[in-house]
């Protein structure tokens, strides 16, 4: 039989109870050879609070918990059974398999393919925003936003600096939203 991934719905915020119990189930009932990984998708996400950078951790999927295992009656009713568990995904009786590319996307994203990604800014940024400087050399200074590069975190700033606008380039972190 074939390992797949398979997601599981559960109250919202018990998704590490739950990996929990089902962690302790499968011990006690020595399903190790059937149900292998639990994984509660998680981004790291950065933001100023008072002048310090801080990483948070945010769930992907509130709700839901991604279990690695091989279908079959046995492993269907431990996974089901488990305190929290309040079905598994999919249509009909039983669970629909992820497919591939979403399990590899995720498991990316997870940063458990590729290393560690890194943090994502909380607050997303747009063409026009008008942003203030709270770090660095250009602290207290506002702008306008002119790009957006995500994929480096950085924004191009137009700021007035001695009566010219000036494009400067700075990290999602050194500003906020005004």
Do not use: C
Request: net charge neutral; no cysteine.
């Amino acid at each position: 039989m074939l390992k797949k991934w398979y997601v599981i719905h559960t109250y919202a915020g018990y998704e590490n109870k739950v990996k929990s119990n089902l962690e302790r189930r499968i011990q006690s009932l020595g399903m190790e050879d059937k149900i292998f990984r639990i994984l509660i998708p998680t981004e790291e996400i950065a933001e100023m609070r008072d002048g310090e950078k801080v990483i948070t951790e945010k769930k992907f999927f509130p709700g839901y918990v991604l279990v690695e295992m091989e279908m079959d009656d046995e492993s269907w009713a431990v996974v089901r059974n488990t305190p929290g568990v309040t079905n598994f995904v999919g249509p009909g009786i039983k669970p629909t398999a992820l497919d591939e590319d979403e399990v590899k996307e995720t498991l990316k994203n997870a940063g458990l393919i590729d290393g560690r990604p890194k943090p994502k800014p909380k607050v997303r940024y747009a063409s026009g925003d008008k942003v203030k400087v709270i770090d660095g050399p250009f602290k207290d200074f506002i702008g306008s936003v002119e790009a957006v590069e995500l994929d480096r975190n950085k924004l191009k700033v137009m700021m007035t600096i001695f009566g010219r606008a000036t494009p400067v380039e700075l990290d999602f972190l050194q500003v906020e939203k005004v």
